[in-house]
């Protein structure tokens, strides 16, 4: 009999927390942010707030909780935010706005590259997700983290954004569909997954309820309606409907992180969490993979009389927790009693049935009074007990009991009492029959695979199907590698004594990592001894997992020196691609997308960066000249500082995570930028070179202050910057020394803003409450401004009247504006769409020129307008502005995107003239139609067209077309009814009703 030895560990709840706790929270949807943030610091104040311990991706994700919540302290569900855009976009078109020049011409700024230069780490944005058609490997499909999807049909040479028209461009999982590549499904936060049936040209929001961020989508090659999901802190689900609906389908999954099918059988499904499970029956059925099979626990509560009816009979089955269960756990009297069950065994026709087993006593010590052993033959039939043992002894071997002959399903079940809890050891368990041979076998004898409850990713090859590989994290770090040869029933684990191969060091010692955020494993189709596996760094085997050498650096240099690739940090995603010859290893990192060309012969150049032409940064803050050209630096996630020259290009001159950052007012050589929590640094020649800058009383960089720590520059006065972490600090020597300029506010300042014709005029907020000064620092006051519980997102002065101030808010107001220098306010919300205000800018032109970005869109009032919002879009996507700058030489406006890079537009001008922008000049044949239409515009640049329903849906969109000789559009599928569309260009946009019968 085959024989190996799991152990079962029976979990205990315990005060003690984890991290995938607050994760958890966050995927309910249902606790303030303000809770979710206490529990995590908790969390972290056991474990530490070093790199690697998972803090900073914590306090990344609390920074846009802040920004994003009510003034309840509630986020809002990406569902929410889907139907506001559509019914603000029908609000619009309803209107009957026909043409319109003044709504911005926002152009994209970039990087959409990048270059090993002072960033030592350096990439475009942030990857989360790749899906490669396989019937034709050009064609790719990425998704960036905060940036949407992306298309290319030539190998990653050029790319297409196709979802900056959506609410949601949050992306963490892709799937083409194997039997038709023009539909695509993304998955994104709290359980939300998109549909496209047209190549990605239009989305619908296809699915929900999944709860948590959809790590991965599975769909069934042999039948595409037949799909699988994971969702981290949702757990594992199916649907049969193409995704329309989704049903859990192991309910033992709290969380969900792989879906992978066997290699040649999709009824053979591997899923993990931190628990891994396999499934033989097309996921109707999923067992935990530990040596057990589908034995199950069986609560007993109340009276020992276990032979009875009733519900004391019967107990609660409950799904079975921990990793394996070989160790049999017994409560004492005063609590349920356990019992371990099989399966259900169809015995019909069998000729003498015995179960024969082993035990092992464990702790005995007079405390397990008694061991029984039941059979019943049906799930709602009795127990009846065929042997009792209450004798101390060491081992009992080789017992054999005899059954009755069943006549179908039969159950066996070991059950045993103690007055304090101990545990026995079950072994070799089988159940044997004169005619059928052994029907029912588990063995616990040899080593244990020790799977713990730590995240698991999963790896499989056609080069065998009947291997399956397992990477477990433990906490952050690496926690284990494992191997089964029988696809996936048992399984071994390989020693690797005190490797982490999810940290920075090319030999795998440090203690560091972020798993399970950083954390993969794929093996090669046509070896299934090639296996990789990503944290920061990547790793490969050539012998089966036994060992693993380094494949990349998350530095040039380092990859350079060790003769290995070079791979932006933070692997998020990593998969084979093709077969034979053809085969290609990708991976999505924080940087960008990576492609190995030849995955067996790793050197400097194993990996070929194809993120180029993907506007994918995620800009926290940017600083920008007053000059034409103009000068900007922006700090963003994960890739650092980076500066736009005034040759148009960009240059990275700092790595880390890039915050707030300025160009010097009088130098434009002059740089400075921050890293996370306030590590300040300085360039005196454009980016070319980096010196540090002194921080306050040591303040800067200790991860008690705020992720983004204010950061300014005197508008008057030459080298005199400011900083505020519990109070605000001056330097008048460029940041070589400092001094306070305002008392302890005895909490982390959220903004600092200082009055651009007035620097003794200074503003600041911490949380919700709004401070001032006239008198340089010396003395600062608190505004009587009450934000009902929301928060201060961004301050604006206005440009000539220092007494004049914006802010942007998170409570339902949104934007309230001062006149008397903070010491009173005014809301101005009128009919801004429900979104979350981000950041504002004044505008001098005179009107009082006001701008909110918002998570999605820009938005233009003045006193001319009256109390009305207008939209400021024209083609900008729907990506958060985290700020808004303007320069007053080029007459433009600035946005820093978290997701889509750097943009601009010229700044809103009512005295345009829309003579030669009108209304005649795009028509619209035959109107009424029926199965096509033709559109056509007079002028010969590019435009952008959507068709949208009389609801706000988005049912057509194209863009860069050329209509002076028209287009036909295929309007077949669309149901009968009236749809506006619009046309955008670098002019305006035009709006006409279109008919449809």
Not at 836 to 853: F, I, M, R
Request: some cysteine; overall charge negative.
């Amino acid at each position: 009999m085959k024989k190996i030895v799991f152990y079962f560990v029976c979990l205990f709840a315990s005060l003690t927390l984890s991290a995938q706790e607050y994760l958890d929270l966050i995927a309910e949807g249902d606790h303030t942010v303000q809770y979710i943030t206490e529990r995590a610091e908790a969390y972290f104040d056991e474990v530490g707030r070093d790199r690697g311990t998972g803090y900073k991706p914590f306090r990344r994700w609390q920074y846009f909780a802040e920004r994003a919540m009510d003034e309840n302290g509630y986020l809002k569900t990406p569902e929410f935010y889907y139907n506001e855009l559509i019914n603000y976009n029908a609000r619009l078109n309803n209107e009957g706005v026909l043409s319109r020049t003044t709504v911005g011409t926002w152009e994209e700024m970039g990087p959409t590259y990048w270059n090993a230069t002072s960033g030592y780490n350096p990439g475009v944005g942030r990857i989360t997700s790749i899906a490669v058609d396989e019937a034709n490997l050009n064609h790719i499909i990425a998704g960036s983290q905060t940036g949407g999807v992306w298309k290319s049909l030539n190998g990653g040479s050029t790319w297409t954004v196709l979802t900056d028209n959506l609410s949601n461009i949050d992306v963490y999982s892709l799937a083409i569909d194997p039997l038709n590549s023009n539909i695509y499904y993304w998955g994104s936060t709290g359980g939300s997954i998109f549909r496209s049936t047209d190549g990605g040209a239009t989305w619908t929001l296809h699915g929900s309820g999944l709860g948590g961020t959809v790590n991965r989508i599975l769909i069934d090659p042999t039948n595409t309606s037949k799909m699988y999901a994971s969702a981290q802190s949702g757990g594992l689900f199916k649907s049969i409907n193409g995704g329309s609906t989704w049903t859990s389908i192991n309910t033992s999954a709290t969380t969900g992180y792989d879906f992978q099918f066997k290699p040649g059988d999709t009824n053979t499904i591997y899923a993990s969490g931190t628990q891994f499970f396999v499934s033989t029956d097309g996921g109707l059925t999923f067992n935990t993979s530990d040596g057990l099979g589908a034995w199950t626990q069986e609560y007993v509560s109340g009276s020992t009389d276990w032979t009875t009816s009733g519900s004391n009979q019967n107990g609660t089955v409950s799904p079975r927790t921990g990793n394996s269960m070989a160790l049999f756990y017994i409560g004492n009297f005063s609590q349920p009693k356990t019992r371990l069950v099989t399966p259900s065994l169809n015995l019909a026709g069998a000729v003498n049935p015995s179960v024969n087993f082993s035990y092992t006593n464990v702790n005995w010590a007079g405390d397990i009074d008694e061991l029984r052993v039941f059979y019943k033959t049906s799930a709602g039939g009795n127990w009846t007990q065929i042997a009792e043992y209450t004798a101390e002894s060491t081992i009992w071997a080789d017992i054999t009991l005899n059954l009755p002959n069943p006549t179908g399903d039969y159950y066996v079940a070991f059950e045993g009492t103690s007055n304090y809890g101990r545990g026995l050891t079950l072994d070799d368990i089988s159940i044997e029959t004169n005619n059928l041979g052994t029907v029912f076998s588990d063995g616990f004898e040899s080593a244990p695979n020790n799977f713990s409850s730590g995240v698991k990713m999963i790896g499989v090859s056609p080069d065998d199907p009947s291997v399956v590989y397992v990477v477990e994290a433990d906490g952050n770090v690496f926690g284990g590698f494992h191997k089964s040869t029988d696809s996936g029933i048992t399984f071994s684990q390989l020693s690797h004594p005190f490797q982490n191969y999810f940290g920075y060091d090319s030999n795998g010692f440090d203690n560091l990592g972020q798993a399970p955020r950083d954390m993969a494993i794929t093996v090669n189709p046509n070896d299934v001894n090639d296996v990789h596996i990503a944290g920061i760094n990547t790793w490969r085997s050539t012998n089966g997992g036994v060992s693993f050498n380094i494949s990349s650096q998350w530095t040039p240099g380092g990859a350079f020196n060790e003769n290995i690739g070079y791979c932006h940090a933070d692997v998020d995603i990593m998969f084979f691609a093709g077969t034979g010859a053809n085969a290609k290893l990708f991976v999505g990192t924080d940087g960008g997308i990576f492609r190995a060309e030849d995955p067996t012969t790793v050197n400097t150049n194993y990996y070929t960066d194809l993120t180029p032409g993907m506007g994918i940064r995620q800009f926290y803050k940017i600083g920008i000249s007053q000059t034409d050209p103009v000068i900007v630096t922006g700090g963003s996630q994960d890739n650092g500082s980076s500066v736009l020259r005034a040759d148009g290009n960009w240059y990275d001159w700092w790595g880390a995570d890039g915050m707030e950052g300025f160009v010097d007012k009088n130098n434009t050589q002059i740089l400075y930028g921050t890293s996370q929590f306030g590590s300040f640094v300085k360039s005196l020649n454009g980016g070319n070179s980096v010196i540090g800058v002194d921080q306050p009383d040591g303040k800067g960089g200790q991860s008690n202050w705020n992720w983004i720590v204010p950061f300014e520059q005197d508008p008057i006065i030459q080298n005199t910057i400011y900083c505020a972490f519990d109070q605000v600090y001056k330097s008048i020597n460029g940041g070589s020394s400092w001094t306070p300029a305002s008392q302890n506010f005895g909490a982390s300042v959220d903004h600092l803003k200082i009055a651009p014709t007035d620097s003794n005029k200074m503003y600041l907020a911490i949380d919700g409450a709004f401070w001032y000064t006239s008198n340089g620092g010396l003395f600062w006051t608190q505004s009587g401004l009450n934000l009902g519980g929301g928060r201060v997102n961004s301050i604006a002065v206005h440009p000539t009247d220092p007494d004049k101030i914006a802010i942007a808010t998170t409570n339902s107001t949104k934007v309230y504006v001062s006149i008397d220098g903070g010491l009173s306010f005014t809301g101005i919300p009128w009919d801004l769409p429900n979104f979350s205000a981000q950041a504002v800018a004044w505008q001098d032109n005179g009107e009082d020129g006001l701008y909110v970005g918002m998570n999605y869109g820009v938005y233009y009032t003045d006193n001319d307008l009256g109390n009305t919002w207008i939209p400021f879009n024209n083609n900008l996507p729907n990506v958060r502005i985290n700020e808004l700058e303007i320069n007053t030489a080029d007459n433009k406006i600035y946005a820093a995107t978290y997701g889509r890079g750097l943009w601009r537009s010229n700044l809103y001008d009512a005295a345009l003239s829309i003579n030669e922008f009108t209304i005649e000049d795009f028509s619209i044949y035959p109107n009424p139609a029926a199965d096509e239409v033709n559109i056509k515009w007079t002028k010969s640049d590019d435009v952008s067209v959507r068709i949208y329903n009389t609801l706000g849906k988005l049912v057509f969109y194209s863009k860069k077309l050329n209509l002076i000789n028209g287009q036909r559009i295929d309007v077949s599928n669309f149901e009968e009814g009236v749809y506006f569309v619009k046309l955008n260009s670098s002019y305006g946009e035009l709006t006409k009703k279109l008919v449809l019968k």
